[in-house]
């Protein structure tokens, strides 16, 4: 807001506390004419799919988006293979992930380090225990893969942009020059991919609306 009010930039903040399947494009209160960017980044696994024995309330947020016809859709996403509906099948994939992360945080940051025992304990322990101990509409956990994800978006009526190579070869040097070796970062299908000793866990795209 401070940074809004030095720049004298007009700032509205419109929160809406519903499910993201229940949003409709009259909650957003969008403007005539203004500008509008969709950043939705790694929450899309939150909301249900078929695996939950429903409609795909993901092609419901996709087709909102879609409505709201945004100059740009800004879509990162957790790339995972844990959401299926048979438990052995879940467990394994979970395990794969969840110890490549926890990998990369032992060759990155001490074990004894106050930030990482919280987010630890708050973030991948309890999307741990959802994935194994939760079924039904109960498991919120359930990722999907990024050529899922792009297989989704272009059936929802999205056309994929190209990555700006300018800013990948940057952020490549930029990880080159100061990260651990192992950090993965990559593209494949216009998707930046971002994982751990070739492991991809996350990936970022950009999207438009095809327009007619």
């Keep these: ?73 800004i879509h990162g996403i957790v790339n995972g293979t844990y959401n299926g ?37 708050e973030e991948f322990g309890r999307d741990v225990m959802n994935v194994i101990a939760c079924e039904g509409p109960v498991r919120t956990e359930r990722p999907e893969t990024y050529k899922k994800w792009q297989v989704r978006n272009l059936r929802a009526g999205f056309r994929q942009l190209p990555l700006n190579q300018d800013i990948v070869k940057e952020v490549k040097a930029k990880v080159r020059k100061g990260y651990n070796n192992d950090f993965l970062l990559d593209e494949d299908s216009d998707w930046m991919l971002q994982g751990w000793k070739g492991r991809v866990m996350y990936a970022l795209s950009c999207w438009m609306p095809v327009r007619e």
């Design 1 to 73: 807001m401070s940074y809004c009010k030095r720049f004298n930039v007009p700032f509205e903040y419109n929160a809406i506390a519903k499910k993201w399947d229940t949003i409709s494009l009259e909650d957003l209160k969008i403007e005539r004419d203004e500008m509008v960017v969709v950043n939705c980044l790694y929450r899309l696994r939150h909301v249900p799919d078929e695996s939950a024995g429903l409609d795909s309330r993901r092609d419901d947020v996709l087709n909102l988006i879609r409505k709201i016809n945004p100059d740009l859709f």
């Design 85 to 121: 509906s048979f438990f052995t099948s879940r467990f394994r994939e979970a395990l794969y992930h969840y110890s490549s992360l926890f990998d990369m945080l032992d060759n990155t940051i001490p074990r004894e380090d106050h930030d990482r025992l919280l987010y630890e304990r």
